[in-house]
């Protein structure tokens, strides 16, 4: 079913709708203008947000599962103790959300999505992909994200600190930079610069890849007397 209010008094309606009724299923919200919306305790199980506008919306203790938001703008949105299980954001703006209050262990996805700002705190996001999105100045601070995956995510100037990193993914992201000393690393995939601006921070020098490949050969000449 397709909710897509083409005036005034059909928002009216549906908001009223969304207030009134506890559980949806099996729907799409298209084109819709909710900046502010406040709901609580409601459940949305496979349904669709498309296109639509949640600004400073507020989720208290709802219920998503396998829901999807597609090009959704949903900035300083809130989510206290909301259940999210199998939830996907794509092309979607999720600027400056704080998801430290959701309920433990949400089962997320993110691709193509704008996520400066953020901050994620004291969550389970294993297996968790956030993938070619912008997550520039935002926060991971103790999350377990073993086995999560940042391919192609912009995290410049994002701060990790004390994440257990196991089999992390970050081989194809940009702009990471970690600190191992606050992070629990085991197995984790960095890009080269990572790994190279690791080694400097530690007084080591990285020499430039053509000169590696001509080290073993400068290594057998005699030095001149």
Same mark, same amino acid.
């Given at each position: 079913?397709?909710?897509?209010?083409?005036?005034?008094?059909?928002?009216?309606?549906?908001?009223?709708? /969304?207030?009134?009724?506890?559980?949806?299923?099996?729907?799409?919200?298209? @084109?819709?203008? /909710?900046?502010?919306?406040?709901?609580?305790?409601?459940?949305?199980?496979?349904?669709? !947000?498309?296109?639509?506008?949640?600004?400073?919306?507020?989720?208290?203790?709802?219920?998503?599962?396998?829901?999807?938001?597609?090009?959704?703008?949903?900035?300083?949105?809130? !989510? $206290?103790?909301? #259940?999210?299980?199998?939830?996907?954001?794509?092309?979607?703006?999720?600027?400056?959300?704080?998801?430290?209050?959701?309920? #433990?262990? $949400?089962? &997320?996805?993110?691709?193509?999505?704008?996520?400066?700002?953020?901050? +994620?705190?004291?969550?389970?996001?294993?297996?968790?992909?956030? =993938?070619?999105?912008?997550?520039?100045?935002?926060?991971? +601070?103790? =999350? @377990?994200?073993?086995?999560?995956?940042?391919?192609?995510?912009?995290?410049?100037?994002?701060?990790?600190?004390?994440?257990?990193?196991?089999?992390? @993914? !970050?081989? &194809?992201?940009?702009?990471?930079?970690? @600190?191992?000393?606050?992070?629990? =690393?085991?197995?984790?995939?960095?890009?080269?610069?990572? #790994?190279?601006?690791?080694?400097?921070?530690?007084?080591?020098?990285?020499?430039?890849?053509?000169?590696?490949?001509?080290?073993?050969?400068?290594?057998?000449?005699?030095?001149?007397?």
């Amino acid at each position: 079913m397709d909710m897509e209010p083409r005036d005034r008094a059909g928002r009216e309606g549906l908001v009223r709708r /969304l207030e009134r009724e506890e559980g949806f299923e099996n729907e799409t919200f298209t @084109d819709l203008e /909710l900046q502010g919306l406040e709901l609580n305790q409601k459940e949305f199980y496979r349904c669709t !947000f498309e296109r639509s506008q949640f600004q400073e919306s507020q989720w208290r203790q709802c219920k998503f599962e396998e829901c999807t938001w597609k090009g959704c703008d949903l900035t300083r949105a809130r !989510f $206290p103790q909301a #259940a999210l299980r199998g939830v996907r954001f794509e092309g979607s703006k999720l600027m400056g959300i704080d998801w430290s209050s959701v309920s #433990a262990n $949400p089962e &997320l996805t993110f691709e193509g999505c704008v996520l400066r700002y953020a901050s +994620f705190v004291g969550l389970s996001l294993r297996k968790t992909d956030v =993938l070619r999105c912008t997550a520039q100045e935002a926060n991971f +601070f103790d =999350l @377990d994200l073993t086995d999560a995956d940042f391919e192609g995510t912009d995290l410049t100037g994002s701060n990790f600190r004390g994440c257990i990193l196991t089999r992390t @993914d !970050f081989s &194809l992201a940009v702009g990471l930079v970690l @600190d191992p000393s606050r992070n629990r =690393l085991k197995d984790t995939q960095v890009p080269l610069s990572t #790994a190279v601006s690791l080694a400097e921070s530690m007084g080591m020098r990285v020499p430039a890849l053509g000169d590696v490949a001509g080290a073993p050969a400068s290594r057998g000449r005699k030095k001149k007397r």
